[in-house]
């Protein structure tokens, strides 16, 4: 997903298989279509006719063994809650007990709380990449890449490809970018809300454990983070579950910076 934060607008693919650079293609749908989002095979057919290499294997000798070693543990961790398989790979189909059978929402307390989330999301798990710049005439982009969970259920979409989850921008505030546990900050649009907050005149900081605080009041045990920068250049972090690291360069400087921040 890419956002210019001058015009607004957006360009981001989802679920593209066979062309290996993404960000890309997100840019190619914001300058050559009014849409917003193409997913799946057909966003994979608008990257190649748009010039870009493929259809392309993507598997590595790394990601082969990873996926064998996953299917002799018998599929395990994944995605999957509230469901029964003969072999523990699928297919896979629902329980057939009083709580889905009486429509109920599994897993949630008298208080509203999301139970501990199963352990398959850590470091390691995901790779998304987010990233926010100020130019000198002071507009302002943001731009996001993923391959997504690993392990994800086919046909996944996570947050990377969502404006105001994974990243937002308006050069008139500044803004964010998020990495962590997609399918769960994806319900709570955190960038968006940090940009907003900001345009409430909070500072960085404060907003972007604000947008932390939202979630972590739902799923205490969710892991993931959030960077925000105003429009000045004025920077901060915020995260829930784990040590988050971002890095800032500015015209100033001799090198990339890195600042950490605790949860």
């Known amino acids: 997903m890419v956002m210019n934060g001058v015009t607004m607008e957006v360009g981001a693919v989802a679920a593209m298989r066979y062309v ?29 006719s748009m010039g870009l290499p493929g259809p392309t294997n993507l598997s590595s000798l790394e990601s082969i063994e990873k996926w064998k070693k996953w299917k002799k543990d018998r599929c395990q961790p994944n995605f999957w809650k509230d469901v029964v398989s003969a072999d523990r790979c699928g297919p896979y189909h629902p329980k057939n007990d009083t709580q889905h059978s009486m429509g109920a929402c599994s897993n949630v307390d008298l208080m509203g709380t999301m139970n501990a989330r199963s ?4 470091h390691h798990s995901h790779d998304t990449i987010s990233m926010a710049v100020i130019d000198k005439m002071g507009h302002v982009a943001v731009g996001t890449s993923t391959n997504g969970a690993t392990f ?14 994974s990243a937002y921008a308006d050069a008139e505030v500044g803004a964010c970018g998020a990495t962590g546990d997609g399918d769960i ?7 968006y809300q940090v940009v907003e907050s900001m345009r409430q005149g909070m500072d960085p900081k404060l907003a972007a454990k604000d947008a932390i605080s939202r979630i972590a009041r739902k799923f ?7 960077f925000a920068v105003n429009k000045t250049g004025v920077h901060a972090g915020a995260c829930h579950g784990w040590t988050f690291q971002y890095s800032v360069r500015s015209p100033e400087m001799h090198d990339v910076q890195v600042f950490t921040v605790l949860p």
């Open 119 to 122: 352990f398959h999301f850590g």
């Open 220 to 226: 205490p045990d969710f892991i993931g983070a959030v």
């Open 152 to 165: 994800k259920i086919p046909g996944r979409v996570g947050d990377g490809p969502i404006a105001g989850s």
């Open 185 to 191: 900050m994806m319900r709570f649009l955190p960038c």
């Open 20 to 48: 290996k650079d993404g960000i890309r293609a997100a840019r190619l749908v914001m300058q050559h279509t009014k849409h917003t989002l193409l997913a799946g095979e057909k966003a994979s057919d608008f990257a190649i």
